[in-house]
């Protein structure tokens, strides 16, 4: 090979390492901003010594110690890796009030049990009456299933929100939620980051979506989805079996993989078969166009049909503490066919 050749390739492959040395610098200075133990001070100061050492590792690679600089900032970095992998969810936190109790269930029969059912009278964000109940529901009487979504940060994120709804009237949310301590608030970052672990609220509909439209200002839509009682009966058990699992074994919440739609997405998978995947389920805004577009929807209306049919965020805040709140939402959203 010439000179020139020998001279470009060397320099791409510098280039190259510099590349890799500066994108795992940024994530372990995001890791350490998120995990390190220690108050913010400590934290800042290992960012700052971990990014001088990347920093002599990347000046190492132009002045001819590439090998040197190579390995020695891979074995740190290695050292991370096994720092990262040991660390392990819990569900003994101070966690916040919403989420301090997690719910579990169990089914005897046609009778589904679910413990720690919140039901929270919200007055404000700060302001709230905790109220973890214990409720029994008939799987015989089960007859259908909406899907709420919750807009707070434009069109394409939503909090998605699925309830079960039995002829007696009752209705029983299941919202994928972070699970965060006292002293915590939300960040999209830090999902990514093991900040949060995951938890599985079961709630009263006039505690999970009144809280959403008339305390947060948050922009609700509720879709009746077209399934076979059948698989919603396996849905209602297959949340009571990750909530169950969760219990047992906690898990971290992860902003992409492990939220509000992926983990729903998965249970559909196990019951309906393999389902067709797509960015709209991972940008949760767009959630209800990909259940129109696999038939999940009212096909006798167009999409925008059932959008302006299914706005409650008005209706919820007319009904607010009405007794009728769940049948107060629902009314002009068209019944299913049988």
């Known amino acids: 090979m010439s000179s020139v050749g020998q001279h470009f390739w060397h320099s791409a ?25 220690g108050g913010a001070i400590i934290r ?11 920093a002599l590792a990347l000046l190492g690679l132009y002045r001819g110690h590439a090998p040197a600089a190579s390995v020695g900032f891979a074995l740190a970095f290695g050292v991370v890796l096994l720092w990262w992998h040991g660390l392990e969810p819990s569900n003994d936190r101070v966690w916040a009030d919403d989420v301090a109790r997690a719910s579990s269930g169990e089914i005897h029969g046609d009778v589904a049990t679910l413990h720690n059912v919140r039901n929270f009278d919200w007055r404000s964000n700060a302001d709230y009456t905790a109220r973890w109940e214990t409720r029994n529901y008939d799987l015989a009487q089960l007859n259908s299933l909406d899907m709420i979504t919750s807009y707070w940060a434009g069109p394409a994120i939503a909090h998605v929100l699925v309830s079960f709804g039995f002829a007696d009237g009752q209705h029983v949310v299941f919202s994928v939620e972070i699970r965060r301590e006292k002293h915590e608030k939300y960040s999209e970052l830090g999902g990514f980051f093991k900040e ?27 879709y009746r989805i077209r399934l076979p009682v059948a698989d919603m009966r396996e849905l209602f058990v297959a949340y009571i079996g990750q909530m169950n699992e969760l219990v047992r074994a906690p898990r971290f919440y992860n902003t992409i993989t492990v939220n509000c739609t992926t983990l729903v997405f998965h249970m559909m998978e196990r019951i309906l078969g393999r389902l067709p995947f797509s960015y709209q389920v991972l940008l949760s805004g767009y959630l ?34 009405s007794p009728l709140f769940s049948q107060d939402i629902r009314r002009g959203i068209p019944p299913l066919e049988p």
Not at 44 to 54: C, N, R, S
Not at 302 to 321: H, K, N, V, Y
Request: charged share 25%; hydrophobic share 55%; glycine share 4%.
């Open 13 to 37: 492959t510098l280039a190259l390492a510099a590349v890799v040395i500066v994108l795992l610098a940024v994530w372990t200075a995001i890791a350490l901003r998120f995990q390190a133990p």
């Open 44 to 54: 800042g100061v290992l960012i700052a010594v971990w990014l001088a050492f990347a």
């Open 288 to 321: 209800p166009e990909y259940v129109y577009r696999v038939g999940g929807l009212d096909q006798r209306y167009t999409l925008a049909q059932l959008r302006q049919f299914g706005r409650i965020t008005e209706r919820a805040r007319q009904a607010d503490q």
């Open 196 to 222: 949060f672990e995951l938890s599985i609220v079961a709630a009263d509909e006039r505690d999970v979506i009144r809280v959403r439209t008339n305390v947060r200002d948050e922009d609700d839509y509720l």
